[in-house]
C-alpha cells in the first residue's frame, strides 16, 4: 500500500501528516497488520510516482492532496502545484502499476477522476464535493480499520462512509467506490494473499474445498476443485497458487 501526499505549504491544504499518521496507526493495531505494508512519501511530484510504483509494487494506491478540474494536483520545482492529467496518469498506472487494484483520492472533488482510474485500476475511489480535512482523515482511517479487519473493499467502504455519515457528512462528502469492468469490489480483499482470513465454517462445500479419505489405511488427498489427488504437499500448494487457504482441508473418514 502506498500513500502518496503533496501539498504545497505556501499554498496550504489538508493534514496530511495526520492522515498518514492515523492510517499507520489503524493498520498496525489490525487483525491482519501483516497482510498490509504500509509506505508513504510526502511532497510529491509527478515524476516521483513512477519510482514508488516501481520501487514498492503496491496494490492500493491512496493520494492525499488538492484536485482540480484537469486531475489531482502535485508539487512544482517553484513550491507550488500542478494538476496531473487524468489520461497520462491511467496510462502511468496501465504501464507501471500493473498490481494496483485500488485507488483511494482522498481529495475534494475527485469523482471523475476516480471513475475515469478504476477502467485500468479495478476499483476507485474518489469525492463527488468538497470535503473537510477531519471527515477525509476519518474517512481513511476507518476504510483501512476495515480492510485490516479482513473485509473486502466494497463492504469496508460502505462501514467507513458510514460512519462519517454519523458525524454528519452530507452526500457531497461521501466518498464514491467506482469498480472497473471486471471488479468485483464486494470480493477484492486487500490483503497479501498469505495473510487471507480463512471463510467461515459452514460445513462442507465440496465444489470449493479439499478433504482427506482413509482408503486401506492409506491417507490420500483429494482435491474437488480439480479433480486429483496427490499428496499433502502438492495439495497444499495447489490451493496456495489459487489464493486458497489451506485450512480449508476437512478429514473425512470412508466407511465403504
Not at 41 to 66: K, M, N, W
Not at 67 to 87: C, E, H, N, Q
Not at 175 to 200: C, E, K, T, Y
Not at 222 to 234: I, N
Amino acid at each position: 500500500m502506498l500513500m502518496l501526499s503533496a501539498v504545497a505549504t505556501r499554498l496550504g491544504g489538508p493534514d496530511t501528516g495526520t492522515e498518514q499518521r492515523q492510517v499507520d496507526q489503524v493498520i498496525r493495531a489490525a487483525r491482519y497488520r501483516n497482510g498490509l505494508a504500509l509506505h508513504t512519501a510526502q511532497a510529491v511530484r509527478g515524476d516521483d510516482i513512477l519510482g514508488h510504483l516501481l520501487d514498492y509494487e503496491p496494490t492500493v494506491l491512496h493520494f492525499s492532496g488538492h484536485a482540480s478540474d484537469t486531475g489531482v494536483r502535485v508539487l512544482a520545482p517553484d513550491g507550488g502545484d500542478v494538476p496531473l492529467v487524468t489520461r497520462g496518469l491511467a496510462d502511468l498506472l496501465a504501464a507501471a502499476g500493473k498490481k494496483v487494484r485500488l485507488v483511494v483520492l482522498n481529495a475534494c472533488g475527485t469523482d471523475f477522476i476516480a471513475r475515469d482510474l478504476a477502467q485500468v485500476t479495478g476499483c476507485a475511489i474518489g469525492y463527488p464535493g468538497e470535503v473537510g480535512d477531519q471527515t477525509a482523515i476519518t474517512f481513511a482511517a476507518q476504510f483501512y480499520r476495515c480492510v485490516g479487519a479482513g473485509m473486502a473493499v466494497g463492504p469496508a467502504h460502505r462501514a467507513a462512509a458510514a460512519v462519517i455519515r454519523m458525524y454528519g457528512a452530507g452526500d457531497g462528502e461521501i466518498p464514491v467506490l467506482h469498480p472497473g469492468p471486471a471488479a468485483n469490489p464486494d470480493i477484492l480483499s486487500l490483503l497479501h494473499p498469505a495473510h487471507l482470513p480463512p471463510p467461515p465454517a459452514q460445513g462442507r462445500v465440496p465444489n470449493t474445498t479439499a478433504f482427506l479419505a482413509h482408503r486401506t489405511g492409506t491417507k490420500r488427498y483429494y482435491a474437488l476443485v480439480t479433480g486429483t489427488t496427490d499428496s499433502e504437499e502438492h495439495l497444499r500448494a495447489e490451493l496456495a497458487s489459487r489464493n486458497m487457504n489451506a485450512q480449508w482441508i476437512q478429514v473425512e473418514n470412508n466407511r465403504g
